[in-house]
């Protein structure tokens, strides 16, 4: 393709910190193919590890853009086309030479939409059973502060929301029948969850819907679920992360356990499908799992186990990097260990798999094959297959030994770590994380009441 296409200038998104080996090799490809091209990187997880990134390329990787791409790449191929000497003073642009300004916002969300028109293979793109999907945005940013995520330090704490009628019109030009909502968490602010339906039942708009929210927002805002409901939500993500109090106030989410359990059970109220995400810890032990096994499967929501993680751009890298066993970026995927782990690894894998093989199997009984043969057989009349590929690669993809090899492979690029452990204050350490300015009150598009909701669930000193 770039021998046909010949390109000067090639921008790699970098949304997931596995994926960083492979940018820096193709880089390094391209860069021997067209010498005279600018390759960038840019993306979420790029934006915490920019100066590595330059490092790994050793001169193929021209720059990396930080922060929101949307208004600092426009600015930084004009530098490129114009004036190379000004691309150090691009918003969020690193380079060998140094850092230019922090990046930008998006000043308004509405004046920017997709190219889905673009994309090649669009019908590979799908989430479980919504096969083929799309994704859409209705907000961008998370108020809270959870200790493990990298949105909030992403985005400084902010909050926008898009305007309703622009999704509307977004959505109606999307021709797959199946739609991810991606915002971080769906329907925050209750009263642009209901213009958002409103304006969706006023157009007549048919889709199913996928959406990830906490539980406590749920509960907050029922009534606005039971209307996205009617319209087609089909399935609810929910970040539990973890079946006891001392778990949760580990990963600082401020909400009860037993809200919780009822925030389960108001889901299964609405009649659709519900999962769930629980964060296994290094130090689990058998007991432990068996624990988990029980409680997940005494519950009828699909529920899938991450490995806890510490990313740059979380706190729990700031106080976990110096205890890793790993700096392999391909392993940081939350689905292998890069922490030492209470037991030996290669039995911490195996309780781990057993676990996830004791869930996957409880949704394949007599009772519910009827409905997944249904699904099933509605994605094959429409040509689809990604679903049912998904499901018999599973024993492929997941099992000991591969697992194992992961580790095993040679390592050519490895994730810097800071040269001595994290001691400053909290308030320090959030503030360093920080990719796009922190704006306080004024940052975050919700009204005061739910200012408050979110000050009294959270559990950070972030401000």
């Known amino acids: 393709m770039i021998a046909e296409w010949q390109p000067n200038f090639i921008a790699f998104s970098c949304n997931y910190l596995a994926n960083v080996p492979e940018i820096v090799d193709l880089a390094k490809a391209t860069k021997v193919a067209l010498p005279r091209c600018f390759i960038c990187v840019g993306g979420h997880s790029a934006s915490f590890i920019a100066n590595a990134i330059i490092e790994h390329g050793e001169g193929a990787i021209d720059c990396v853009l930080k922060g929101e791409g949307e208004p600092g790449i426009v600015k930084l191929l004009e530098a490129v086309a114009g004036d190379p000497g000004a691309i150090a003073k691009v918003p969020g642009a690193v380079t060998a030479d140094g850092e230019g300004p922090r990046p930008g916002f998006v000043e308004r969300l509405e ?4 190219a889905r028109d673009l994309l090649r293979n669009r019908r590979k793109y799908f989430i479980g059973v919504l096969d ?3 994704s859409i945005e209705f907000s961008r940013g998370c108020p809270w502060d959870c200790s493990f995520c990298s949105a909030w330090t992403f985005y400084g704490r902010s909050y926008r929301l898009l305007n309703p009628e622009c999704v509307v019109e977004d959505l109606a030009s999307i021709a797959e029948p199946g739609i991810f909502i991606v915002d971080d968490v769906a329907f925050i602010q209750e009263r642009h969850g209901f213009q958002i339906g409103e304006a969706i039942a006023r157009k007549g708009l048919r889709k199913r819907f ?7 927002v749920l509960l907050r805002n029922k009534e606005v679920f039971k209307l996205w409901k009617k319209l087609g939500l089909a399935q609810i993500f929910l970040g539990i992360e973890a079946i006891d109090e001392d778990g949760l106030r580990k990963f600082r989410k401020r909400i009860p356990l037993g809200r919780n359990f009822e925030a389960l059970e108001f889901a299964r109220s609405l009649e659709i499908g519900v999962a769930i995400n629980i964060i296994a810890e290094p130090d689990w032990d058998e007991e432990r799992f068996r624990v988990v096994r029980d409680w997940c499967l005494d519950v009828p929501e699909v529920v899938n186990l991450s490995i806890n993680t510490p990313y740059p751009g979380t706190e729990t890298w700031l106080t976990g990097q110096h205890r890793l066993n790993t700096r392999d970026y391909r392993l940081f995927d939350i689905q292998h260990a890069v922490l030492p782990t209470k037991l030996p690894i290669a039995a911490f894998y195996r309780e781990l798999l057993h676990t996830q093989r004791v869930l996957y199997r409880k949704h394949m009984t007599w009772w519910t094959v009827p409905t997944l043969a249904r699904e099933l057989a509605g994605n094959l009349v429409r040509g689809q297959t990604n679903f049912m590929r998904g499901i018999m690669n599973y024993n492929k993809v997941y099992n000991v030994e591969k697992m194992l090899a992961d580790h095993a492979r040679p390592v050519h690029y490895e994730l810097p770590v800071s040269l001595r452990p994290e001691t400053d204050a909290p308030t320090a350490r959030a503030a360093q994380l920080y990719i796009h300015a922190h704006r306080g009150r004024r940052g975050r598009s919700i009204d005061d009441d739910t200012e ?12």
Not at 452 to 463: I, L, N, P, Q, W
């Open 111 to 114: 004046e920017i939409r997709p």
């Open 132 to 134: 083929p999907c799309a």
């Open 452 to 463: 408050r909701f979110v000050d009294a669930t959270r559990m950070g000193v972030s401000g």
């Open 210 to 216: 996928y959406l990830e929210t906490r539980g406590d």
